[in-house]
């Protein structure tokens, strides 16, 4: 009776290798996962911002693995589709001070402080004026800079909107640099943005290129300050950040004041309007003669936000791992000998940080017709966190069937939580009517865009699960598995 147990196992053993080897599983690794997350996220890359350096050989070395794998150039030129972007450098030495009565404090980028991507370069010591949400809507009949005098001086404002409307009507965006230019044009020279003190987790001192429309100020330095720092430049109202949120969100009128503090600020950025980036494409042709002129698109966006001052932004969760789970699914399809039925796109995107740039690109220059892509996967933040979420469900219900079975029978690490839409680089193609899904982890997060976001803080073991469940769902698709469904909006 042993022996014939042990048999049974051997057996089941081998149609398990035998299963592996037919969809090319066994070539998914979380080693390789996590040393390409290494390579991408090391001090080499510097951040990986769309536009610099550090990206571009980031991108060679995507395009150098693509070749190596064989993968069919499927860009403008080779692997590359090329296009322009918006581009801050931010060298040293950067300064930022505060001045209170006789007491001079320095503080410390990374810790104390940050600046905006999109800083201007200046040098100064000025007073200080805090002009609440840095909102100038006469309209609404709500103006943070009516009956104060900021000519010549710093603004401290709160970086979000308020959490309450006017007349029912919304604030619109007031991206950093809307509220930027609303201070300039009110004759400031620098703006200190600072969270909002009550929420119950205020956003911490993150790197961030998203940074809205208008022309860039150059001149106009741009930090993004902690509240304890704010509090000090503060102190002599006798008021704390939270007392002057809370009164203004009591009353919902503005309460911008003087600060008797002045600020000293010192930031040197190059900023070039167009400069050169481009997303990284490659294809495996399928092999079914009708078939093979429909598409799966699997990405990912393979830019960060760069580093200031030597202050260093990794991005191992964002985006080098949906970077290297890119590469290892393609790896899996060729190495495993795989011959999809449907011709797979791989395509590592430039510009997500900034507003989803490349994903757009790709999307607006594909010329076969939007009916063409059956599917498209979207990979972002996909190593570190405690189990697997699957996005844009609801408005791809069986394109999500597909990865939710798959998880139940192979992996069982996979929420029934999703939503519709799009999200992040799958945006673009949802609304071209496109179905996508969108894998992610959840508690993804406690990193997200500071420089904590490093390959050692990933949980390899999640990682290589929801790889192989993002290449088993494409592989059902590209085999031909799934017929495109209308997307829901």
């Known amino acids: 009776m042993k022996s014939f147990f042990l048999a049974a196992q051997i057996f089941i053993i081998a149609i398990s290798i035998s299963a592996q080897s037919l969809t090319g599983l066994s070539e998914i690794n979380k080693e390789d996962l996590i040393k390409n997350v290494g390579i991408l996220s090391s001090p080499d890359f510097d951040g990986r911002l769309a536009g610099s350096e550090g990206y571009n050989k980031a991108a060679n070395f995507i395009a150098n693995k693509f070749s190596e794998l064989g993968l069919k ?15 801050n450098k931010i060298d040293s030495p950067v300064v930022f001070k505060a001045i209170v009565a006789s007491d001079t404090t320095t503080y410390q980028l990374g810790k104390d402080f940050v600046l905006r991507g999109f800083t201007g370069s200046n040098n100064f010591t000025l007073p200080v004026v805090f002009c609440g949400y840095g909102i100038s ?5 709500y103006d943070d800079y009516a009956g104060i005098n900021v000519k010549n001086k710093i603004v401290m404002v709160f970086k979000q909107n308020p959490k309450w409307k006017i007349n029912n009507k919304d604030w619109g965006t007031n991206y950093p640099r809307e509220k930027s230019l609303i201070a300039k044009k ?5 703006i200190l943005f600072v969270s909002l003190p009550t929420d119950k987790k205020p956003q911490p001192l993150i790197g961030s290129v998203l940074h809205g429309d208008g022309e860039q100020p150059l001149d106009f330095p741009q930090l993004q300050i902690s509240i304890k720092a704010a509090d ?52 495996i042709e399928g092999s079914d003669p009708n078939l093979k002129n429909e598409y799966v698109v699997i990405g990912a966006h393979l830019d960060h936000v760069g580093s200031q001052a030597g202050l260093l932004f990794p991005g ?174």
């Not at 809507?137 to 009949?141: A, M, V, W």
Request: aromatic share 10%; with cysteine.
């Open 73 to 87: 150039p499927a860009g403008d030129e080779k692997y590359f589709q090329y296009f322009n972007i918006e581009y």
């Open 232 to 283: 000090n430049l503060l102190s002599r109202t006798g008021l704390t950040l939270s007392d002057f949120q809370t009164k203004i969100d009591e009353k919902e009128k503005p309460l911008s004041t003087v600060l008797m503090t002045k600020a000293v600020i010192r930031v040197k950025a190059d900023y070039t309007k167009d400069a050169k980036t481009m997303n990284v494409v490659g294809m």
């Open 137 to 141: 809507r006469p309209d609404l009949n």
């Open 186 to 190: 009110h004759g400031a020279k620098g």
């Open 316 to 489: 191992a969760n964002d985006n080098a791992s949906g970077s290297s789970a890119v590469l290892e699914i393609a790896k899996a399809f060729v190495q495993g000998g795989l011959k999809p039925k449907r011709s797979v796109i791989f395509a590592l995107f430039a510009g997500e940080e900034q507003g989803l740039y490349g994903a757009k690109y790709f999307v607006n220059s594909w010329k076969k017709g939007y009916d063409k892509i059956t599917a498209m996967l979207n990979l972002d933040c996909v190593g570190y966190g405690d189990s697997i979420q699957v996005g844009n469900g609801k408005s791809a219900p069986k394109l999500w069937d597909i990865a939710n079975q798959i998880d139940k029978t192979s992996f069982n690490s996979m929420v029934e939580k999703t939503w519709n839409g799009g999200g992040a680089d799958a945006t673009p193609f949802h609304e071209k009517g496109i179905p996508c899904l969108y894998f992610v982890t959840t508690n993804s997060y406690e990193h997200l865009h500071l420089p904590s976001d490093k390959v050692e803080t990933l949980n390899p073991v999640l990682f290589e699960k929801l790889v192989k469940l993002a290449h088993l769902t494409a592989l059902e698709i590209a085999n031909g598995n799934y017929k495109r469904e209308s997307v829901l909006k």
